[in-house]
């Protein structure tokens, strides 16, 4: 009887502790704030002779994107991204529609007040196992900067600047 109160006060102790730091730490980051980062309009150089421009708008507790694509002044994709946020789950869910691929769903969130991670919305539970993920993190106001994962290897990096 004496070592099943033991392991309990253990346990209870071990768990409220947890607790206690976790408040102390102020882990909890407030994604429907931190979105607004992206609210602006971006170009971001994606490949060589390759730009890529988006329009940020906020819609309610969201976002919606206008994007385009273009090689030597030509258009290569164009498109629209509806940015969900879910609080079932404390993640954006990212609706994507274009004019040259299928449509598609992927999940964003914040990891610190200057970082976000997007990975398709299978894998939202487990990025790191996930095909790709992309790695978002915000230099200064005006410029942030995303890796392109596949098979967790970095495949591409792109810089993005605020258009004024």
């Known amino acids: 009887m004496k070592k099943i109160y033991i392991t309990a006060m ?3 102790s071990l768990l409220i502790l947890s607790d206690r730091m976790e408040a102390q730490a102020g882990t909890k980051l407030n994604q ?12 971001g150089e994606v490949c060589k002779d390759t730009t890529a421009f988006w329009e940020i ?9 206008h994007f385009k ?10 498109g629209n ?3 969900s946020y879910d609080p079932k789950v404390d993640k954006f869910i990212l609706s994507s529609a274009t004019n040259s691929m299928d ?5 964003l ?7 976000c991670l997007i990975t398709s ?6 990025p790191d196992k996930g095909s790709f993920k992309i790695e978002t993190e915000f230099k200064s106001p005006d410029m942030f900067v995303q890796k392109m994962i596949v098979n967790n290897k970095i495949v591409n990096t792109s810089a993005y600047n605020r258009v004024k």
Not at 57 to 65: F, P
Not at 71 to 78: N, V
């Open 10 to 12: 253990i346990s209870v």
């Open 32 to 43: 429907v704030e931190l979105i607004k980062l992206f609210i602006s309009n971006w170009s």
């Open 57 to 65: 708008k906020s819609n309610g507790t969201g976002l919606e994107c």
């Open 69 to 78: 694509y273009v090689t030597k002044d030509k258009m290569i994709m164009e």
């Open 81 to 83: 991204q509806i940015w």
């Open 103 to 107: 449509a598609g769903s992927s999940s």
């Open 109 to 115: 969130w914040f990891t610190s007040k200057d970082k």
């Open 121 to 126: 919305l299978s894998d939202i539970s487990n």
